[in-house]
């Protein structure tokens, strides 16, 4: 026999003895643990995993109803201010962006022509006074002549209706001066309404003219108090209207990109809904002293109308969403269970229910997307040791 063939069947041999000695270990092992699972005259049957869950039951609270949405900032009044007569730009004394009040003097215009008709219209005045004053005495004169029967009654007449005619004048020339005075006035450009400006367009020098192609001076925006302009699914009129009427209407803003929030009312709605988008627009009012609500602005709004008292609630998590709606899963006797639920709005964390649960379930807060119906549940800890 070679030496190859003796190293072959040495090898083989190894081979067959480790793998009886592999098969007797596992026959040993088998065996004791069948043996180990005898207690008694029965056999221990291996228990299905538990799931550690946190249960809690319902609780009652006041919820106010809320709506969330997204709103624009509007200034309550914008004013375009156009000059009202044409004329040369002499002084200009705001700045771009300032902030006017009512009345102030925004700008004057070269007021030379209208003064000297001014002067025309009051020399008119004191000429048509003069002729009335000689009409007067004509009067006089003409009344004692004619009680002497030195003057005809016809110059008589015809003396008094001179100075009827002379009365009349004078108050056309009074009205026409007053007119005068009042384009005049119009040479000063005043703020109609209280507010910051914009850019002014108009600079010294240059010539306003009151065209409607033409741009405005300047365009005012009331900003104290200010408009925030929300748009409404039309089934929130109801809501909307009888907050309004009540006045319990109460919303927040937080201007997009800051922290800062602010709290309003409602003060309009529109009398039209948009059947477009079916949609109805509604403004609420924000006091606006640090002006942190600019114009244009977009802004988180959260809308509350009214509040509910007493609502059966679960925190939100605890509701899951199947095939057949919403449920939420129930421990009975250390099992869970599948109960449908009906939820008729949230709030903030919670859960509204309207059916479905009561304050006596325990329900499944945390854990539940391990659950099926009829797992064995494990109890770690229950809501009121959380809170």
């Known amino acids: 026999m070679t030496r190859a063939k003796k190293y072959f069947l040495l090898i083989f041999f190894i081979l067959a003895v480790s793998t009886w000695l592999l ?56 004013v375009a201010v156009r000059p009202r007569v044409e004329g040369q730009v002499e002084q200009v004394f705001v700045s771009d962006g300032a902030l006017v009040n009512l009345g102030d003097q925004l700008a004057r215009l070269d007021s030379r022509s209208i003064e000297a008709r001014i002067r025309q219209a009051e020399a008119n005045i004191a000429r048509s006074r003069a002729l009335f004053d000689q009409a007067e005495r004509d009067v006089k004169r003409s009344e004692t002549l004619s009680a002497s029967e030195f003057s005809s009654k016809v110059t008589l007449e015809n003396s008094r209706t001179q100075l009827a005619t002379l009365s009349a004048q004078i108050e056309s020339d009074k009205a026409a001066l007053d007119d005068l005075r009042v384009t005049q006035s119009f040479h000063i450009i005043r703020a109609p309404i209280s507010g910051r400006i914009g850019n002014v367009s108009l600079k010294p020098g240059s010539l306003a003219k009151t065209s409607d192609n033409s741009p405005p001076f300047v365009l005012i ?59 109805i627009n509604a403004k609420a009012r924000f006091d606006n002293s640090d002006e942190g609500l600019w114009p244009g602005l977009i802004c988180d709004g959260i809308i509350a109308f009214r509040v509910e008292k007493g609502q059966l609630t679960v925190p939100r998590e605890a509701v899951q969403t199947g095939q057949s709606g919403s449920f939420a899963y129930i421990v009975v006797d250390g099992v869970a269970r599948i109960r449908a639920v009906s939820v008729s709005r949230s709030f903030d964390q919670l859960a509204i229910i309207s059916s479905g649960l009561g304050l006596d379930d325990e329900v499944v807060l945390q854990g539940q997307n391990q659950l099926s119906d009829g797992a064995r549940i494990k109890t770690v800890a229950k809501q009121s040791d959380q809170d």
């Not at 291996?46 to 709103?71: W, Y």
């Not at 109460?250 to 922290?259: A, D, E």
């Open 23 to 78: 098969f007797i270990n596992l026959s040993v092992f088998t065996t004791k643990n069948q043996q180990a699972s005898v207690h008694g005259n029965g056999v221990e049957k291996v228990g299905p995993r538990l799931i550690s869950v946190i249960v809690g039951r319902p609780k009652l609270a006041d919820t106010p109803i809320q709506l969330r949405l997204i709103g624009r900032v509007q200034p309550i009044a914008s």
């Open 221 to 279: 925006n009331q900003v104290n108090p200010i408009d925030v302009s929300f748009d409404l699914a039309q089934s929130w009129i109801g809501e909307l209207r009888e907050s309004i009427r009540s006045g319990s209407s109460k919303v927040s803003v937080n201007p997009q990109g800051t922290s800062k929030v602010y709290l309003g009312e409602f003060v309009s709605i529109d009398n039209v809904v948009d059947s477009a988008s079916g949609t």
